[in-house]
């Protein structure tokens, strides 16, 4: 089954700090997607990125790195030096090779970036 | 250009009656996808579309949902009989998918706030 677990539900932390968001995946499959988005107060979610389960190099964007490891199936997010902008929901979501039209999302972890 | 519209942004209604939500996707994006917001629950997938049909229904909580597409565009989920745990954010999303469904990127709408009183 599929499974997509952020068990950390809020996060608060000063800005300027550096911070980790935690995702833990569970599938069947060998061939998979993984998700992150954000969804600031405005509500819109926003795509951050995706890799494939045949990648897990590192990639960072800015103040925004991931972390993939096949190994301990996580797929965590690290924002450096926080802004009180990066104040948001964010979701992990994993989508199945073999299911090509749903995405399972985790439940969000809700992040406070203090000023 | 235009992003995925949805009307309307809120919706209060009574116990009992019907609703209509509505999908604009982005233009040329044949997926569309509908997920529903409650608080605390996450995002939970209800329904997706490829070009006009449907090959999943399964994620629709109730036989009182029910989704369409037309022309390949627009989408509406209607909730008949609406009851209190209907209340939530319902979201729409599109991607291009040619061939790839949900690994596409998903470009989400601003969601419809249901409330049922």
């Known amino acids: 089954a599929q499974k997509v677990t952020q068990a950390q539900t809020e996060i608060s932390v000063v800005e300027k700090e550096d911070v980790t968001l935690d995702c833990v995946y569970e599938?069947?499959?060998?061939?998979?997607?993984l998700f992150w988005y954000k969804q600031p107060p405005s509500g819109e979610l926003v795509f951050l990125i995706r890799r494939n389960s045949f990648d897990e190099q590192n990639e960072i964007s800015g103040r925004y790195s991931w972390n993939f490891q096949k190994s301990t199936s996580s797929f965590n997010f690290t924002i450096t030096a926080s802004q009180v902008v990066d104040s948001a929901v964010y979701f992990c979501a994993l989508s199945d090779w073999s299911r090509d039209d749903k995405i399972i999302f985790g439940k969000g972890t809700r992040l406070h970036i203090l000023p | 250009g235009a992003g995925v519209s949805q009307s309307p942004s809120n919706k209060v209604t009574e116990k009992g009656k019907d609703v209509e939500l509505r999908c604009d996707p982005i233009s040329g994006h044949t997926a569309l996808y509908w997920y529903r917001q409650s608080l605390g629950q996450g995002l939970e997938f209800l329904i997706y579309?490829?070009?006009?049909?449907?090959?999943?229904k399964s994620g629709l909580p109730s036989d009182r949902f029910s989704a369409e597409r037309t022309g390949g565009s627009v989408s509406t989920l209607t909730i008949q009989r609406t009851q209190q745990e209907d209340s939530a954010v319902y979201l729409c999303a599109s991607s291009l998918a040619v061939g790839a469904g949900a690994r596409d990127e998903q470009y989400f709408g601003p969601g419809t706030r249901l409330t049922v009183t």
């Open positions: 599938t069947r499959d060998t061939t998979y997607y």
């Open positions: 579309f490829q070009g006009n049909s449907a090959p999943d």
